[in-house]
């Protein structure tokens, strides 16, 4: 069984950083393409930042572009977003997924994680 668990987020001024993790199980981690998405009050999902397909090369949203960072640690199994130079527009919960930048909602039937709340506010 896919498992999924999101950390780090939190209240940070406009300006900051946070470090999000998500803890990952239930499958092979390596060369999976993986996803962070993330879903702001009263919108729907958005695709923040992911690997491709072979789980090696990045890619991002334009909005968070050169703000933003994916990696994962192979050995942790687990993947992180380094978030700088927050912004109001980035407050959300943040989720990771399974999938690209195009295929990261084409697996319904895994389990949805905590998810973790990320507020940029003064």
């Known amino acids: 069984e896919v498992r999924l668990v999101e950390s780090g987020g939190g209240l940070v001024q406009p300006g900051g950083s946070l470090r999000l993790s998500c803890a990952t199980s239930?499958?092979?981690?390596?060369?999976?393409?993986m996803s962070w998405v993330r879903r702001a009050p009263d919108k729907g999902l958005e695709w923040v930042a992911g690997?491709?397909?072979?789980?090696?090369?990045?890619h991002y949203a334009d909005s968070v572009k050169g703000r933003f960072t994916i990696s994962r640690d192979y050995a942790k199994n687990t993947i992180y977003l380094e978030m700088n130079s927050l912004k109001s527009e980035d407050t959300a919960v943040y989720y990771c997924?399974?999938?690209?930048?195009?295929?990261?909602?084409?697996?319904?039937?895994?389990?949805w994680g905590p998810g973790t709340q990320v507020t940029v506010s003064s």
């Open positions: 997924r399974i999938g690209d930048r195009t295929h990261w909602d084409s697996r319904p039937w895994d389990s």
């Open positions: 239930g499958f092979t981690f390596s060369r999976t393409a």
């Open positions: 690997f491709g397909s072979g789980g090696v090369y990045t």
